[in-house]
């Protein structure tokens, strides 16, 4: 399919050579154009990338990176939230602690960490409300981004890298995402964020930007400076860009004087300018500098995979599926339902059916009828999912009317309609 698109190598290059350096107590940008590779390059310095051929050199503090370790002391915030909706959020929290922290932190650090963390993300308020489902009820938008930062910040991880933290919210809501993140960084985290045309104010709040090209070059990687104007000095110094209007978004601006069209029309390659410019050579000589250890220090090093050992895994995992469970009776009430129904089902089919003398008639009419019966009871445990949904958002006459539906609908399907054939005498 690639090489019909005119890709003629066997393999597909998705990032070039890319370079650069992640500092403590610094926000840092990566963005680029859709398809420029900066959510691959953020998977792979991750270690969430696991396909495909990964070449070069990953330094954490001067020593090589290990994935084992580095997964320790590092948080990845999904563009999706995902949460278990029947906890609330100090629950959702404490969980994640409980499995997370090393087992050397007793419960009351524990739970003074998590307080502050609360504070830090502006949780505290709705520390005892559910989380719930999105878009029905529990948590809006922005507070379960709050919450997906606070769940990753409580294993106290040293990096922390943020898939689009702003994406789907509105003008106030990405705010108060971003002084969120804004807070993380100020406490000495390293903070690397993908970010999708933010506005002024988002972009502005960043420190550094890594920007990147489709192909998976990079063209600037600096600081953007006080009203950005360390970026538009840079690529208003190049020939041919055309000027940021007063008032315009850097942000804006900059991708489009940097689009592949931009590049042809002016006869350039930006990466090519970008490798050699001073500010290249700077990044070379600081990346240099960070992959060297510092003296004295020493590799991180773990004597476990886990931080808490498998019993105190199932534990946690024990203790919030009970609650999940606990607090969802229209779920328990349907597998009740179901259970007793294929139990009532199964019990009169074979009720007595070794004690009849046409024993070997029956046998032979139900193993003909195996594959329906087989049938039925897949469908019965795949339909308990949409019945609990019904029942949550809907309320039980719709589920009884559903439950009557299908029962109609599959044994009208099967025998043909509701006559002697469908039910064993």
């Not at 689009?164 to 690397?192: C, F, Y």
């Not at 700077?282 to 476990?304: H, M, V, W």
Request: charged share 20%; with cysteine.
């Amino acid at each position: 399919e690639m090489k019909a698109q005119g890709v003629v190598e066997d393999r597909l290059e998705l990032l070039k050579g890319v370079s650069g350096s992640f500092r403590p107590g610094v926000l840092t940008a990566l963005m680029g154009v859709s398809g420029a590779g900066k959510t691959t390059l953020m998977d792979v310095l991750a270690g969430r990338k696991t396909g495909g051929y990964i070449q070069g050199n990953i330094s954490i503090s001067g020593y090589p990176k290990k994935q084992e370790t580095f997964a320790r002391v590092s948080g990845y915030c999904e563009q999706n939230d995902i949460h278990s909706p029947q906890v609330t959020v100090y629950e959702s929290l404490l969980f994640s602690a409980w499995l997370r922290l090393p087992e050397d932190v007793d419960s009351n650090k524990r739970r003074m960490f998590i307080e502050e963390v609360m504070e830090l993300v502006e949780l505290k308020p709705l520390k005892d409300a559910l989380v719930g489902l999105p878009g029905v009820n529990g948590l809006s938008t922005e507070q379960r981004k709050r919450l997906t930062i606070a769940v990753e910040l409580v294993a106290n991880p040293s990096i922390i890298f943020m898939d689009e933290p702003t994406s789907g919210l509105d003008a106030r809501a990405a705010a108060i995402v971003m002084r969120t993140v804004r807070n993380t960084v100020d406490t000495g985290r390293t903070v690397v964020c993908t970010i999708h045309q933010p506005s002024i104010d988002i972009f502005e709040a960043f420190d550094e930007l890594f920007l990147m090209k489709r192909g998976g070059e990079e063209i600037y990687a600096g600081p953007l400076g006080h009203h950005s104007a360390d970026l538009i000095n840079y690529y208003e110094g190049i020939h041919g860009v055309s000027k940021i209007k007063d008032g315009y978004n850097p942000a804006t601006w900059m991708l489009e004087v940097t689009t592949i069209g931009q590049e042809q029309m002016l006869g350039i390659d930006f990466s090519d300018i970008y490798k050699k410019s001073e500010l290249y050579q700077r990044n070379k000589a600081l990346i240099k500098e960070q992959s060297q250890p510092a003296p004295g220090s020493t590799d991180l090093y773990f004597p476990t995979q886990y931080s808490q050992s498998s019993i105190t895994q199932c534990m946690a995992c024990l203790w919030k599926q009970n609650l999940s469970y606990w607090r969802n009776p229209p779920y328990n009430a349907v597998r009740f339902l179901f259970t007793t129904v294929i139990a009532l089902l199964f019990g009169t089919i074979f009720w007595d059916l070794g004690g009849k003398m046409y024993v070997m008639t029956h046998t032979s009419y139900i193993a003909s009828k195996q594959p329906t019966f087989e049938t039925l009871f897949i469908s019965c445990f795949l339909f308990q999912e949409p019945v609990t949904r019904l029942v949550q958002r809907h309320g039980v006459n719709v589920c009884c009317s559903a439950v009557h539906w299908y029962y109609e609908l599959y044994f009208g399907s099967t025998s043909g309609g509701c006559g002697e054939d469908s039910l064993l005498p």
